[in-house]
């Protein structure tokens, strides 16, 4: 009798003949990624210390209790600073040792919400009293912003600052429940100062509305909560995640602070009490648009993790139809599986790329502030508002997709997109809630429609931003959407423009039905807009190609970027049949269709399937190691069942062949049941 075929050595040799298959060189898109082969050769540098370090481990990670989980991130946090001094790393090594490291530690919020607001807005004394201990953590800092009863509606934040001229002092405090500052990254136990949003109170009760103040929490020589400050940790999280963030809530009892604590570069109160109006009244937006801004690229890695891992597993995975070579297929070789996740590389590789540029535009943006000009301001709190809810929604979708494909295997701890999930969900809420933002959306679309045609059309046409170029099509009246044939999707210009055109009617409609809106009018504006701002961009991305890529690698990227645009088409059918965009010509026969959007359809399919021989090596472009994934499912090697047995292996539980629940509950119950069931009457 021939051996029993040995499933688990097939795993890896799949996984050898998914790489056999690709075609083009990994490298070269990698380092088109990380922006250059000296980005990634830095990043492996850092990440190959890290993973070698003990107190990096993640092996026991999953077994950790909350409090244990902020007390190894603590010490991660240490570590990371005192390899900085080892090895001499420049503040941007520093950064890509943070993100390597996956712990979601609360030293972020010090870094990505303090810091920056502090170095945009503090006043030149203040900035020159504290910015080099807060650039070196010798303070501790976290944004003090939300609060239990409101959080994305700052205007109506309940904590007071009030000024009092005779002492030169602000009085910080908090007038009630709903008042207490909450959710706030890194107050519960680490930070020593915070910047506070809170109403401006001047003389005569005259109330200015929010503005920032710099307040010490704790003393920095025994880490007590200072007098008139009640603060804590408010808690775990749901799904056990951001364990290791000690989110917390503080309340202020009349606490005095001097008058140069306010944060005034831009605003600002005399000795006497006259307010010092700011040149425009959105730049105290600056810290929430730096973190906006890298939430983009921020959500891409998310979504290449997960589809790295799924796409892996997916690729040893065997289970049901036998193939040529007389064993299970391959569940990725099923259009049913990888028509969902082909399409998360598209969209990993879009917001990877659209992020950096994003926060490009964001320093640009940062410099014109620090010589008061605002001229870019409004733009960039549009773009960002809509692309924060763009890539945060989509992003969770994509990881739960992810995880799903995995079937049974995907809900376990050890596959480890559970976790990307769980750790990534809360960005639908935080810097602002999704819904909330869509409104934001909204009301700028509508005033640039407005603004546009108060105009003349030449001038009309030169006015237009980035993020409203879409409503140039409605100047022309001669402009019609363009007519859809079967080999219509082989163009990127098509789908750019069948996406700017939905944005525009769509707008237009808003603008008609202000009286009356639909349910879901807002979410539809916001996603339409923001989606044909992405499309253009991406349009760019692939003009730029032959420049950056060799022509094998340029196409390949090509293809991906046009299945991103693609798939959003699809999304959007709604929009585009609603107004009548989809104007298609007949696919003859055969087969002949009624729906006028199988062309399409077929063409992602199209995609997907030429995609497909090339998905390992897409996902191993992201350049992510084996540490890195923490995922028994997306080893590199393919050995998935062997790594998922040893990690069970692990389990606490299985430490002991008989449980300590045994004597205390399992046995009492045992002998319960069989005395009642010798016992029990005979009918």
Avoid at 387 to 409: N, Y
């Amino acid at each position: 009798m021939a051996p029993a075929h040995d499933h688990s050595k097939q795993n890896a040799i799949d996984m050898d003949k998914a790489r056999f298959q690709t075609s083009f060189s990994i490298a070269e898109v990698r380092d088109y990624l990380y922006n250059g082969a000296a980005q990634w050769r830095r990043r492996e540098q850092i990440r190959e210390i890290l993973s070698k370090d003990a107190h990096f481990d993640k092996s026991k990670r999953v077994y950790a209790t909350r409090k244990q989980l902020y007390i190894r991130g603590q010490a991660i946090t240490n570590r990371l600073y005192e390899l900085q001094e080892i090895h001499r790393w420049s503040p941007d090594d520093v950064a890509i040792a943070l993100s390597l490291s996956d712990e979601n530690l609360s030293i972020n919020l010090h870094n990505v919400a303090f810091e920056p607001v502090f170095r945009l807005q503090a006043s030149p004394e203040l900035y020159s009293k504290y910015a080099t201990l807060i650039a070196n953590r010798g303070i501790i800092g976290c944004y003090l912003q939300t609060e239990l009863g409101h959080g994305t509606n700052v205007g109506h934040l309940e904590t007071t600052a009030t000024y009092i001229p005779e002492t030169r002092e602000f009085e910080i405090n908090s007038p009630s429940l709903t008042s207490t500052k909450w959710w706030i990254g890194a107050l519960g136990k680490s930070a020593t100062h915070g910047v506070v949003q809170a109403k401006l109170i001047l003389p005569g009760g005259n109330d200015f509305g929010p503005h920032l103040f710099f307040i010490q929490l704790r003393s920095l020589d025994t880490h007590q909560v200072l007098p008139g400050r009640i603060i804590g940790d408010i808690g775990p999280k749901a799904h056990g995640a951001y364990a290791a963030t000690d989110n917390g809530f503080a309340r202020f009892d009349h606490v005095r602070i001097p008058k140069e604590n306010m944060l005034s570069k831009f605003a600002g109160v005399t000795d006497e009490g006259g307010y010092v109006t700011p040149p425009h009244a959105k730049l105290s937006y600056g810290g929430m648009l730096y973190i906006r801004s890298g939430m983009v690229t921020s959500a891409g890695w998310h979504i290449a993790k997960g589809a790295t891992v799924a796409i892996r597993y997916a690729t040893v995975r065997r289970q049901g139809e036998l193939g040529p070579d007389g064993l299970e297929r391959q569940t990725i070789s099923y259009p049913s599986l990888h028509v969902r996740l082909i399409p998360l590389l598209a969209r990993a590789h879009v917001f990877i790329k659209l992020g950096r540029a994003l926060s490009e535009g964001f320093e640009a943006l940062a410099r014109g502030l620090s010589s008061g000009d605002t001229s870019h301001l409004a733009e960039m709190h549009v773009m960002t508002s809509g692309l924060k809810v763009l890539v945060s929604t989509t992003a969770i979708q994509d990881l739960e997709t992810a995880r799903r494909s995995m079937g049974g295997h995907g809900y376990s701890a050890f596959a480890g997109v559970g976790r990307m999930y769980a750790d990534y969900l809360p960005a639908a809420t935080y810097e602002g809630e999704n819904f909330v933002l869509d409104q934001q959306v909204l009301r700028a679309a509508l005033k640039a429609f407005r603004a546009l045609f108060s105009m003349t059309p030449p001038r009309a046409a030169a006015s237009l931003s980035p993020s409203s170029y879409y409503l140039r099509l409605l100047l022309d009246k001669q402009l019609v959407p363009p007519e859809l044939g079967p080999d219509s999707w082989t163009h990127p210009a098509t789908a750019i423009l069948l996406l700017e055109w939905r944005a525009a009617l769509l707008v237009h409609e808003a603008t008609q039905t202000l009286a009356a809106p639909d349910a879901t009018a807002t979410q539809r504006v916001s996603r339409a807009v923001t989606e044909a701002f992405v499309a253009a961009r991406v349009g760019e991305m692939i003009g730029g190609l032959s420049k950056t890529l060799k022509q094998r690698e340029a196409a390949l990227v090509e293809k991906v970027y046009i299945l991103y645009l693609l798939t959003t088409i699809e999304s959007a059918l709604v929009d585009l049949l609603s107004f009548g965009l989809f104007r298609a010509m007949p696919t003859g026969d055969p087969p002949r269709s009624r729906d006028p959007t199988r062309a399409l359809r077929l063409a992602i399919a199209t995609l997907c399937g030429e995609l497909l021989p090339q998905a390992v090596g897409l996902s191993d472009a992201f350049g992510f190691s084996d540490w890195e994934l923490d995922s028994a499912l997306g080893v590199y090697d393919g050995n998935v069942y062997e790594t998922l047995w040893a990690r069970a292996q692990e389990e606490p539980l299985n430490q002991t062949e008989v449980t300590e629940a045994y004597e205390a509950s399992i046995r009492p119950m045992l002998l319960r049941g069989q005395s009642m069931a010798a016992t029990k009457p005979k009918l």
